[in-house]
């Protein structure tokens, strides 16, 4: 591939839901191929914010843009299209069906979008299967998955199962991956194993990543740039050192 992705910029978004204005004019841009992380308390509106970037919640105002893409209003399989994959907080997999299997469902919404990532030569009908189930085992070894391909979904460790929630968001070739608290419920081990995944996605395949995180470990490690939310309201957006110490930030942790 090689094109950077384009940045995504959020620009005054409220979503107001009966009698509560969950998003208040908030604002920020992930720049192209930088890991942004979106913090704040709980019900600050992060995962209304994902909401409203997957095309699940659309905004009461302000717009969302792709690069030349404007995502205002659209529905998920069209912001799909567009190149944005995201994972949910719980997973949402098929347990009973292989890890393959379940990389090739994620495949399949890309024939279905009609998405072609930049690099993804048109297969010919015969050689279709053949290229898909090729890139499925090249994006399973990516992600430390090349041995469990035949494995039940079910039966692997919870740890294991969010790397193949990852791997089947990278099976769409998005240029932008939206994380909902990849390393919850995690252990040590696991949290390392998806910190370093989060880092090769960002570094080998030039993806942007926009995450949730309550870890604060994991995102002053992972994350270039810090947005706070705060009762829908952006109260911070810069380096994560930075952030860490402004006192508006410190203060809306402490509930003070
Ligand atoms: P966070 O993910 O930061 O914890 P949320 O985005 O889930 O916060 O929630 C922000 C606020 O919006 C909360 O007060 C929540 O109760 C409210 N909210 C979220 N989704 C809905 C909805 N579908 N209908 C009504 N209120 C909602
Ligand atoms: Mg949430």
Request: proline share 6%; hydrophobic share 45%.
């Amino acid at each position: 591939d090689g094109t950077a992705p384009p940045a995504l910029e959020v620009r005054d978004v409220t979503v107001r839901f009966a009698g509560l204005t969950a998003l208040d004019g908030v604002g920020f841009t992930v720049e192209p191929g930088s890991v942004h992380a979106l913090i704040g308390p709980n019900g600050a509106g992060k995962s209304t914010c994902f909401n409203v970037l997957s095309g699940v919640y659309r905004a009461t105002s302000g717009s969302v843009r792709f690069g030349d893409a404007e995502l205002t209003g659209l529905p998920p399989h069209r912001v799909a299209a567009l190149g944005i994959a995201r994972t949910f907080q719980n997973i949402a997999l098929s347990p009973h069906l292989s890890v393959r299997d379940n990389l090739m469902l994620g495949r399949h919404r890309l024939t279905r979008a009609g998405f072609v990532a930049a690099g993804l030569r048109l297969p010919s009908a015969r050689g279709e299967a053949a290229r898909h189930s090729g890139r499925v085992a090249e994006i399973a070894a990516f992600a430390g998955l090349a041995d469990l391909l035949d494995c039940p979904v079910g039966l692997l460790p919870y740890g294991v199962r969010k790397r193949v929630e990852l791997a089947r968001a990278l099976c769409v070739e998005p240029r932008l991956l939206l994380l909902d608290e990849p390393v919850a419920g995690m252990n040590g081990g696991e949290r390392r194993d998806m910190a370093g995944l989060i880092v090769a996605v960002r570094e080998s395949l030039g993806i942007s990543i926009l995450l949730v995180e309550h870890d604060m470990g994991m995102v002053m490690r992972l994350a270039d740039t810090v947005t706070v939310l705060d009762f829908g309201r952006r109260i911070a957006t810069g380096p994560p050192e930075r952030v860490q110490d402004d006192p508006e930030v410190v203060r809306a942790y402490l509930g003070a």
